[in-house]
C-alpha cells in the first residue's frame, strides 16, 4: 500500500534536547511538507520541500531544521533552540500532477518533559 | 495573505440528520481547496479535493461545493451516521502560493449523536 509513514508516533524530549521525526513516503511524490498542529488551532507550515537536495522555511521554521537527502524521505529535526515544542507534527507530500492532492501522515505527538 | 476560516467551530446533530460545514477564504486566486477529516490523535484523511475550475465534487455521502467569487466552500454530508463524528479540515492552495503550501481553516468538530 502506498502512503506516508511517520514514526515514533509518540515522543518525549527532555530540556536541552535534540529529537528527529522521521518521515517516509513510497508515493513516488516530489514535494514533502511539515505541519505542526496545536489545539484550538490549524495546521502551520514548518519546512517544505519540492525536490530532493532543496528545501525552504515555511511561517514557523525557527527552531527546526530538515534535510533532504533522497526522494522517499524528509526527516524533521526539533532543536533545543524551540522553546515550546509540544505539539503533533504532521508531514505531507503530494504530486505535480492528479490536481496536487496531499496526502498525510498519522503525526507524531512531541511532549517535552 | 490568505486566512481561512470554518464556522462552526463545533456542531452537534442527531443521527440521520444532513451535515452542513463550511469553510471561507479571502483571496480569490486559489489553484484548489481541498477538505480532509481528522479523528482524534490521527493525520488527516483526504476527502475531496476541488479543482479552481469546478464547482463541487461528490463522493458517496459527500459533497463538497465551491463559489470563488463569494470565498466559500460547504461540505454536505448526507444522512450522517455516528462513524462521522470527527474533525473536518479545510484547506486552500493559491495559484501563486510558495511551495504550493496549503493555507489551513480551524476546523469544525462534529459530533452525531445516535
Known amino acids: 500500500d502506498g502512503g506516508i509513514t511517520q514514526s515514533p508516533k509518540y515522543l518525549f524530549r527532555k530540556e536541552g534536547q535534540n529529537v528527529t521525526l522521521s518521515c517516509e513516503q513510497n508515493?513516488?511524490?516530489?514535494?514533502m511538507y511539515w505541519y505542526r498542529q496545536d489545539p484550538g488551532q490549524g495546521l502551520r507550515l514548518i519546512y517544505y520541500s519540492q525536490i530532493v537536495n532543496d528545501f525552504q522555511k515555511g511561517d514557523i521554521a525557527e527552531g527546526y531544521s530538515v534535510s533532504r537527502e533522497k526522494k522517499e524521505s524528509f526527516p524533521l529535526t526539533v532543536t533545543s533552540a524551540q522553546k515550546n515544542p509540544t505539539a503533533f507534527y504532521l508531514c505531507a507530500s503530494n504530486d505535480r500532477g492528479a490536481g496536487l492532492e496531499a496526502f498525510f501522515g498519522q503525526g507524531t505527538r512531541l511532549t517535552v518533559v | 495573505k490568505q486566512e481561512v476560516t470554518q464556522i462552526p467551530a463545533a456542531l452537534s446533530v442527531p443521527e440521520g440528520e444532513n451535515l452542513v460545514l463550511n469553510c471561507s477564504f479571502t483571496d480569490s486566486a486559489i489553484y484548489n481547496l481541498q477538505w480532509f477529516r481528522q479523528d482524534p490523535g490521527k493525520g488527516l484523511t483526504s476527502l475531496l479535493l476541488i479543482q479552481s475550475s469546478q464547482r463541487e465534487q461528490t463522493s458517496g455521502r459527500l459533497n463538497a461545493s465551491l463559489d470563488k467569487s463569494s470565498g466559500r466552500s460547504t461540505l454536505y454530508i448526507a444522512a450522517s451516521q455516528p462513524g462521522d463524528s470527527a474533525t473536518y479540515l479545510c484547506a486552500v492552495r493559491l495559484l501563486k502560493a510558495a511551495g504550493n503550501k496549503l493555507t489551513f481553516g480551524g476546523g469544525t468538530r462534529v459530533l452525531v449523536k445516535p
Open positions: 508515493l513516488n511524490h516530489d514535494a
